[in-house]
């Protein structure tokens, strides 16, 4: 067993605080992670806002990087001291989804059997099943992808959260492909991944829309070839008016709110698709949308679970492009912090003075 310091949520909208906690050597099928870098996002700070359950007390961090410390006896995809990233959806195997040969949407919750807890042995809900704000956090060892060792865990630990679900949502659900005019609303931590996953894949015009035209800036960096600021102007005929008339031929909405998701469900062009990957609360409800709407535009209104994508194939392959300097993780990178700095990094996510936090650990 490990006595370390850790980030927890212990109720309801209450700041966070650093807590001893207790994580036990690996058990079969486990992985004892020594956390190098784990950024903050916004899920993170849906937890504490019991916006995702009420399974308080929650062990928080899920966007990391760190290098192997030990493992159950019977591991052999991981052993100690490779690099990994945390990922939090492991393939199982063996649910229906792997089964049929989609293990991107693998259906088994797959983490660590055994539970962190706190000093007093209260049993913790880590984050995403991950809990990596934390000097050591326990996971499933299908959790850990080995990636290139060289490559700045700061940056590259991003890869296990909101960049990939955001460069995902892009690549992999909404298929983008060369010459696609695309419009992402949001461009925080998500948002950006989405228009940076469009570049890769070619797209032609990129729209970024926000309210902050500091996220606005920052998408143009990215490559974004057109910015709409909906605070100013409707987004809907922004987009129309800046792709001949038609709308984008895929919207990904990385906010998750009604009013956003509407805007997307409008701004498409006819067949277009919709990708959701910002995450709603359970509160909100589709807007009222005359159901012939949905029928005479057509094309598709799809979800993104973490980008749609599959750990092994996707991290190791984003990491090369990263070292080739074709994809610049780096941007997301606002300012690597200490553990003890999670909750002015909500505040600074809150007020959109940063892309990414990143907690350093020595
Ligand atoms: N689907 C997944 O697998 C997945 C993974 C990670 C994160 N997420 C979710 O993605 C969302 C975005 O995460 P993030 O880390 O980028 O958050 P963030 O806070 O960094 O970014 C949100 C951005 O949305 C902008 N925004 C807010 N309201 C807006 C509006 N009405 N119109 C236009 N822009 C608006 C903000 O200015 C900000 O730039 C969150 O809901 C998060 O939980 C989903
Ligand atoms: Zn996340």
Not at 289 to 307: C, M
Not at 328 to 351: Q, R
Request: glycine letters at 12%; hydrophobic letters at 40%; aromatic letters at 6%.
């Amino acid at each position: 067993m490990h006595q370390v310091q850790g980030v927890v949520a212990r109720a309801k909208g209450e700041p966070v605080s650093i807590e001893t906690i207790n994580v036990p050597d690996p058990g079969p099928g486990e992985a004892l992670v020594k956390v190098q870098a784990c950024g903050v996002c916004h899920t993170d700070l849906h937890y504490r806002e019991g916006g995702i359950n009420d399974d308080f007390p929650f062990l928080l961090g899920h966007e990391a990087a760190g290098v192997v410390e030990a493992v159950g006896d019977d591991v052999t995809s991981v052993a100690p001291g490779d690099f990994v990233i945390l990922n939090w959806r492991a393939v199982c195997g063996n649910c229906r989804a792997c089964l049929r040969g989609e293990p991107w949407y693998c259906f088994a919750t797959h983490n660590a059997t055994q539970k962190m807890t706190l000093a007093d042995g209260t049993e913790l809900s880590p984050a995403l099943g991950i809990g990596a704000f934390a000097e050591k956090t326990l996971v499933a060892a299908g959790q850990c992808t080995r990636v290139d060792p060289s490559a700045r865990a700061a940056a590259v630990g991003l890869l296990g959260c909101g960049v990939m679900a955001g460069l995902g949502a892009a690549i992999n659900t909404g298929a983008v492909t060369r010459g696609k005019s695309v419009a992402v609303i949001g461009c925080g931590g998500v948002g950006s991944a989405a228009i940076a996953g469009s570049v890769l894949a070619g797209a032609g015009t990129i729209i970024a829309v926000d309210v902050d035209d500091r996220k606005l800036e920052g998408a143009a960096r990215m490559g974004a070839t057109h910015t709409v600021n909906s605070k100013d102007v409707d987004p809907v005929e922004a987009i129309q008016a800046l792709t001949g008339g038609n709308g984008a031929d895929v919207v990904i909405d990385a906010v998750g709110r009604p009013e956003t998701w509407r805007q997307g469900f409008y701004a498409r062009d006819l067949a277009g698709t919709l990708v959701l990957v910002g995450v709603p609360t359970p509160d909100m409800r589709i807007p009222d949308i005359p159901l012939i709407d949905v029928f005479g535009r057509g094309g598709s209104l799809k979800s993104s679970w973490y980008g749609d994508c599959l750990p092994s194939r996707d991290f190791p392959m984003l990491v090369s492009l990263y070292q080739q300097g074709r994809l610049d993780l780096d941007a997301f990178v606002s300012e690597e912090i200490n553990i003890g700095d999670v909750e002015s990094a909500f505040e600074k996510m809150h007020h959109g003075d940063v892309l990414r936090s990143v907690v350093i650990f020595s």
